[in-house]
């Protein structure tokens, strides 16, 4: 066995490249946790965001429009969950499940014609000076806008949720509805405009799949990602810096292991691909096992229906 | 709310009998308009679109016959998945990796077979039956347990495990259960091909075999359990109030574990039979993923064993109608799979009005 | 009276089935502490509802300083100078005082301000509090001052308290009053909302009575007696309670230093319980919500197991006894929460007795339900304790709370337990019911059983019980007989002090 050839340096890229789009959509998912609401259609959303990104950039030519749309297609995804938790009280598991079969066959029915097609290509962002540095340059300042953009967010989340007066409101929403709601809060509205926002990062996250991680379109391709971004969201026990150490962690295991299935060391493909789904259980098991801790931070109305009764 | 300006739901006292069993019929409903409304952005006739899926499997001159015995072989192992589901979702038991336990099954099942091949006897199918359940089952207590011993969240535990299972069964179908006459393709070698792990057929023009028999022996023992036995009371009990179940004496651990063991060992059992009869063997593409689609069949079925019967029925229709439409309009099979989501979301959309009224409310 | 600082005028709100206000009329003068009495169901929260901006009344306006007034929302109301305390508080178990009080205010000053004017407020009006604690871990008293300061902090010229004594030990109460009047003093009327007439009487300058939603009468409460103010509110004559004798049998429970830490990381821990109930005994236990309650009747149902040797009944060890087998050997509960702890509010009453009675009356052969005699039951409840329902296949959430009181209580008492526990047997029940319940209680008691009532309210507990003991951050004062008590001892063992009038202490 010969691991010389794996380059420590090369493999934190594309381990950070592997995990943004699964920091996307947990950033976004973790606000509307915050809000009360468990979106269990975070794949759905997410291998929308990643066909109309990618059609939208191969149609138009331009990577930003492809973003955009991919944004506007995972909220309008969101919406209909929205619609249907919030305004017609029907159970948030069902919904989210319903959420993720839907998008799945929408998104292979949209992509029939897009298969094998090449996206054109996402600017990158190299800092000038910084990334000429030996190592730190390659590690920290080469990466594509996204990989910027994704830590802005979670620093913005985590501004937006500790910080600022809305954040406080939206955190008191997911906190107690119903004391929320008799302070004169709209509880629908917020958790909507949650909801919309966790689908446009869900919706970007796959994007970044289909645009730039891979970058082409094919059926299925989130593979699960979005229900690990639900299982990182409860590793960093709902607080946003910690996404980014879930995300790095699974892009890490993902990166290893298709390097080990590359250098061919002996143990079928197929056990090494499983490795990241195990990971991720073994995760969720160690930071569930506190009862008492994982309750003192989940947000207490987590997945419960809000009716106004007057 | 904007919807509260003019429209407001107002609580029942009392759910509606009526409305339950009246939304899943107003969802199809709706399906067909709205999924009619699809095939026409398509470019396709939507009448035409719509006889060929409900209407041709069963009438078509050419394709009737072929379509009709396709229809209990698809709807079988859709509803032996859903009632075990059911089963779950009532204790608010999440297990949404039946796709995962439906694998699991057919390996360890077909294993027992592989191990006693090329054995004879009426004694080699049943055995691999009880192996398909167990596995299925083995599978399903996972998550039961993570979540027991460690509070870790079901539903992600058990679809984690869905992408374990596909990888475990590629391992093993290139690796040890490889059939040495295959030409080092991926693949078992055939069960179809011998008589005794051959899974009989009962009735060939509706597609009966012996799997759909037991599947209806699953939908009247899950039917008596969950209407006449304490078991199912406290599967009832848990889902809808958890304080009044441990008021009640009920252990939510044993409750979490039974759910997810009979459903692991049902759609277990759903496996076995699935490549025992109409897959034929062990092979990477032979899920196709009745374990996702079954739980839009128990929802759909109201989570009722009757229910459940129609609404598999139902899906079952909808996978051989859509062939023909793909046949004969060139819809594409991706299009199925959007009716089928559609007719979930509209169901739960409209179940609203089992426990909610719409009353006009004129605000000043 | 143009000096008037709120006027009502018609108020009337409807619900499908009830007319929660008709017609309501009255008037607040600025500095007034004025009264809205009633019984449970009068219609006093759905009054202030309409006040404070969270209902929209049918018909009616209202006038504040003479200009007409009808808030959409509550930020309407709390801009216009109207703050409103809970019953139920609105707050945030995970946040801290400072956030909570953000949370409730229109123009929040900056954190660090904040804080300091947390301080302040809550200084000058003898209600202390420190901004960076979180509310889960403070006592229910503590919880009201979060939401009075709040109020407060906005300047209110009118602040409606709803029933705000309920949660509070007798001292708490006092501290209350003293901030109310000097706010009074300061010009800021009161809108005070109780059953309570004795504080009504010791507060209130003016007092409006609703019943069935109307005003029906008003009155001065300082020129009235508690039992004129009673007949107003009920419009009938009250039941003095009956006197009897107390002859206590062999003992049936038995705690012995009962210790158990609560699931719920705001929860009350159980600190060494020591209790002998005897036959023919009713133990009335009181104290303040949240002192461990529902703890203690988790730890009895046999929801939580304890370590053995610490729960004993008829002398067996039956700590590690889970509730199926504590209701075989015939120690049976009733929880305070009716719809979701007691009985499940989707299922049938049928459905509902089978849940806890199943055991002692055989509603089941080897796990088989037996449907006929499990509906001759259900059936046997509704009659003997007076259920009102159209049919014992309608689901629990259907009935009124009074009657699904009466149907749990029934449901228990009808098994012939040995010891049967209750938490807040008539929290919410209409006089009627409550009245119905409590004999039943004594009943069960006169038979022979025990009874032991949790409860948080002193003049149900000084009426049914033989015993008394209170209940203070999970510690349980040494019972003794109620007739020796008087309302002083009483707050004293409210407030903690765990012997009072006992030799050794």
């Not at chain 2, 092979?283 to 839009?296: E, H, K, L, R």
């Not at chain 3, 003095?240 to 719920?264: C, H, I, M, Q, W």
């Amino acid at each position: 066995m010969d691991f010389s050839s794996l380059n420590p340096v090369a493999l934190a890229v594309s381990l950070i490249v592997a995990a943004t789009p699964i920091l996307l959509a947990a950033v976004g998912e973790l606000v509307v946790e915050k809000s009360g609401v468990l979106n269990l259609g975070v794949e759905g959303m997410m291998i929308i965001g990643a066909i109309a990104g990618f059609a939208v950039s191969v149609d138009s030519a331009s990577p930003w429009l492809g973003l955009l749309a991919a944004m506007l297609a995972g909220a309008g995804l969101a919406l209909i969950f929205g619609f249907l938790t919030q305004v017609l009280l029907s159970n948030q598991v069902a919904t989210g499940l319903a959420l993720t079969l839907f998008g799945l066959g929408l998104a292979a029915l949209l992509g029939q014609s897009y298969t094998g097609m090449k996206p054109p290509s996402s600017p990158r962002l190299d800092i000038p000076v910084l990334s000429d540095l030996p190592v730190l340059g390659e590690l920290l300042f080469r990466h594509d806008f996204m990989v910027y953009g994704s830590i802005a967010l979670v620093f913005g989340v985590w501004y937006f949720l500790n910080r600022s007066r809305a954040g406080l409101v939206l955190r008191a929403v997911g906190e107690n509805h119903d004391a929320a709601h008799s302070l004169g809060y709209n509880v629908v509205l917020i958790r909507m405009g949650a909801i919309a926002f966790g689908g446009a990062c869900a919706g970007l996250g796959g994007a970044y799949l289909s645009l730039i991680r891979v970058p082409q379109w094919s059926e299925g391709m989130t593979a699960g990602a979005g229900w690990i971004a639900l299982a990182i969201v409860v590793f960093a026990s709902w607080k946003p810096w910690r996404l980014i150490l879930g995300a790095y962690l699974f892009g890490g295991v993902t990166i290893l292991q298709l390097n080990l299935q590359a250098l061919g060391i002996g143990i079928s493909a197929a056990y090494l691909s499983m490795t990241p789904y195990l990971i991720t259980i073994i995760v969720l098991v160690i930071m569930s096992a506190d009862r008492r801790r994982a309750s003192m931070n989940a947000p207490a109305s987590l997945g419960k229906i809000f009716h106004a009764s007057h | 709310m904007w919807a509260s300006r003019m429209l407001r739901l107002e609580p029942r006292a009392q759910p509606s009998s009526v409305m339950r069993w009246l939304t899943p019929l107003l969802a199809v409903g709706i399906t067909m308009i709205m999924g009619g409304l699809l095939f026409a952005a398509m470019g396709k006739n939507p009448f035409e679109a719509i006889k060929i899926i409900f209407l041709d499997p069963f009438f078509h001159e050419t394709f009737g016959p072929y379509s009709r015995s396709q229809l209990l072989i698809k709807a079988g192992p859709l509803i032996l998945i859903a009632i075990g589901l059911s089963i779950g979702f009532r204790a608010n038991v999440w297990n949404i990796g039946a796709e995962g336990q439906f694998v699991m099954g057919a390996v360890t099942g077909g294993a027992v077979g592989l191990a006693l091949y090329p054995a004879d006897g009426v004694w080699v199918l049943p055995l691999m039956t009880i192996a398909g359940a167990l596995g299925g089952m083995l599978w399903g207590l996972i998550p039961a347990i993570l979540k027991i011993k460690f509070n870790a969240n079901e539903i992600l535990v058990s679809l984690m495990l869905v992408y374990v299972s596909y990888n475990f069964l590629a391992a093993m179908v290139t690796g040890p259960l490889k059939s040495p006459d295959g030409y080092g393709f991926p693949e078992s070698r055939s069960f179809t091909g011998v008589e005794s792990t051959h899974l009989p057929m009962i009735y060939e023009p509706l597609g009966m075999h012996a799997g759909v028999l037991v599947a209806l022996v699953a939908v009247i023992a899950a039917y008596v359990m969950m209407e006449r036995h304490l078991l199912g009371f406290q599967i009832k009990l848990t889902g809808q109030s958890p304080r009044a179940a441990r008021f009640a004496g009920v252990n939510p651990s044993v409750i979490i574990a039974v759910c997810l063991g009979i459903s692991g060992a049902l759609a277990g059992m759903a496996g076995l039979f699935e490549v025992t009869g109409p897959a034929g063997k062990l092979t990477t593409n032979f899920p196709v993923g009745y374990g996702f689609t079954a739980i839009i069949v128990a929802f759909l079925g109201r989570l009722h064993p009757i229910g459940i019967v129609l609404a598999g029925l139902l899906m079952a229709l909808t996978y051989i109608g859509g062939e023909l439409a793909q046949l004969s309009l060139g819809i594409p099979a991706a299009a199925i799979s959007v009716f089928q989501g559609m007719m979930l979301f509209f169901l739960l959309a409209v179940d609203v009005f089992v426990n909610y009224r719409l009353v006009w409310k004129v605000v000043k | 009276m143009s000096d008037a600082l709120l006027e009502i005028n018609g108020l009337s709100k409807g619900y499908p089935g009830v007319q929660a206000n008709d017609n309501v009329s009255f008037s607040i003068q600025p500095g007034e502490i004025h009264a809205l009495l009633g019984e449970n169901g009068a219609g006093k929260s759905t009054l202030v509802k309409m006040i404070y901006g969270l209902v929209r009344p049918d018909s009616g306006d209202m006038a504040l300083h003479g200009v007409d007034y009808m808030p959409h929302k509550p930020s309407e109301a709390r801009n216009l100078g109207v703050g409103m305390v809970f019953q139920h508080f609105s707050l945030f178990e995970a946040m801290n005082v400072a956030e909570n009080i953000t949370l409730g205010m229109e123009n929040a000053p900056p954190r660090t301000d904040l804080a300091q004017k947390i301080r302040e407020v809550s200084a000058a009006y003898g209600l202390p509090l420190d901004p960076d604690r979180l509310i889960g871990d403070l006592s229910v008293g503590e919880r009201q001052r979060v939401e009075i300061v709040r109020c407060l902090l906005q300047n209110p010229k009118l602040l409606i308290m709803d029933e705000p004594t309920s949660v509070l030990t007798p001292q708490e109460v006092e501290t209350l009053f003293k901030t109310l009047r000097k706010l009074s003093a300061e010009g800021v009327a009161i809108l005070y909302i109780s059953h309570k007439l004795d504080e009504i009487k010791a507060l209130c300058d003016h007092a409006t009575v609703l019943r069935h939603g109307k005003v029906v009468a008003t009155c001065v409460p300082r020129e009235e007696t508690a039992r004129s103010m009673a007949e107003m509110m009920i419009g009938g004559e009250l039941a003095v309670p009956k006197l009897r004798a107390f002859n206590p049998g062999k003992t049936l429970l038995e705690l012995d230093n009962l210790t158990l830490s609560s699931y719920d990381p705001f929860g009350t821990n159980l600190a060494k319980i020591s209790i002998k109930l005897r036959a023919g005994e009713v133990l009335g236990i009181g104290g303040v919500a949240g002192n461990g309650q529902d703890e203690l009747l988790l730890a009895l149902s046999g929801e939580r197991i304890s370590d053995s040797g610490m729960i004993r009944l008829n002398g067996v060890d039956i700590s590690g006894f889970g509730p199926t087998t504590r209701r075989a050997v015939g120690l049976l509960a009733a929880p305070e929460e009716r719809l979701g702890h007691a009985a499940a509010p989707d299922m049938s009453l049928t459905e509902n007795a089978f849940l806890s009675a199943h055991v002692r009356k055989k509603l089941q052969k080897s796990g088989f339900i037996a449907r006929e005699k499990r509906d001759d039951f259900t059936q046997q409840i509704v009659t003997e304790f007076d259920v009102r329902t159209p049919g014992i296949s309608n689901v629990a959430k259907s009935l009124s709370g009074g009657n699904l009181q009466k149907f749990v209580i029934g449901r228990e008492v009808l098994q012939a337990p040995t010891v049967l526990v209750v938490n807040q047997p008539t929290w919410g029940v209409d006089a009627a019911a409550a009245a119905a319940i409590r004999q039943a209680l004594r009943d069960l008691a006169a038979s022979g059983a025990a009874v032991l009532v949790i409860s948080q309210d002193l003049d149900e507990l000084m009426e049914m019980s033989d015993t008394f003991a209170v209940l203070a951050e999970g510690r349980l004062s040494t019972p003794r007989p109620a007739a020796e008590l008087n309302v002083e001892e009483i707050g004293l063992m409210m407030g903690g002090d765990l012997h009072v009038g006992v030799a050794h202490a």
